[in-house]
């Protein structure tokens, strides 16, 4: 069965400081893999998303993710971190078709910013 | 350009009583999508469909039911409303490659 750990609930990192977000997956075939964040009271918005080539994946808001097959890993990172990215970010794994896709998501990971 | 719409946004209900959350699209995605999120849990899949007339269960949809008549809309019925049914309800439709979200309701059962 698919599955996804995301092993921090809470992070607290500095302004500007680096940051890196964990997540594992387990998935029986090759997986599409994709991290969201949500603001306080809002839904889901896609940060970015990795279905083939190159492991490194840019996103939207400066982060970047990288594949790593043989630790079924999927890991989030951005390197300066700004008191806007305080929120919560889920990693999730799912198939992909022509019409949609089918998510498997984290239990997700609280950020915290300090100033 | 509206996305994924959600009625209502709050809501508070009685145990016993039910209600629809409604939630329309404007982008003719064939997939749709009805999550729950409970705190530290992250979203659980209710229910889905890949198309008019056609649903599926996901992972929690004891208590729940939908329908799915045209193409923008999918409601969310909960017919006898439990405090285990507060909680977040999120709607979504897909492109193949990405899920879009609506904003939310959040219903609480008291």
């Known amino acids: 069965a698919q599955s996804v750990t995301q092993p921090d609930i809470h992070i607290t990192v500095s302004e500007g400081a680096s940051l890196e977000l964990r997540c594992n997956y387990s998935?029986?075939?090759?997986?599409?893999l994709f991290w969201y964040v949500q603001s306080p009271g809002q839904g889901l918005q896609l940060l970015l998303k990795?279905?083939?080539?190159?492991?490194l994946v840019q996103g939207i808001k400066g982060f970047e993710a990288e594949f790593k097959r043989s630790q079924s890993s999927f890991n989030l990172r951005k390197p300066s971190v700004h008191w806007s990215d305080a929120a919560e970010y889920f990693c999730?794994?799912?198939?992909?078709?022509?019409?949609?896709?089918?998510?498997?998501f984290g239990a997700g990971t609280i950020l915290r910013v300090k100033s | 350009n509206a996305g994924v719409t959600q009625t209502p946004k709050f809501r508070i209900l009685k145990i016993g009583q039910s209600m629809t959350l409604q939630c329309t699209q404007d982008?003719?995605?064939?997939?749709m999508y009805w999550y729950r999120q409970d705190p530290g849990m992250g979203l659980k899949l209710i229910y889905y469909?890949?198309?008019?007339?056609?649903?599926d269960k996901g992972e929690v949809p004891n208590g729940y039911n939908v329908s799915r008549s045209t193409t923008e809309d999918f409601p969310l019925r909960l017919e006898l409303a439990a405090p285990s049914q507060t909680s977040v309800y999120f709607c979504?439709?897909?492109?193949?490659?990405?899920?879009?979200f609506g904003p939310g309701t959040r219903l609480t059962v008291t």
């Open positions: 982008m003719n995605h064939n997939y």
């Open positions: 998935y029986g075939a090759t997986p599409y």
């Open positions: 979504a439709s897909s492109s193949p490659y990405e899920q879009y």
């Open positions: 999730a794994v799912g198939r992909v078709t022509e019409y949609g896709n089918k998510l498997v």
């Open positions: 990795y279905f083939s080539g190159d492991t």
């Open positions: 469909s890949v198309g008019a007339g056609i649903t």
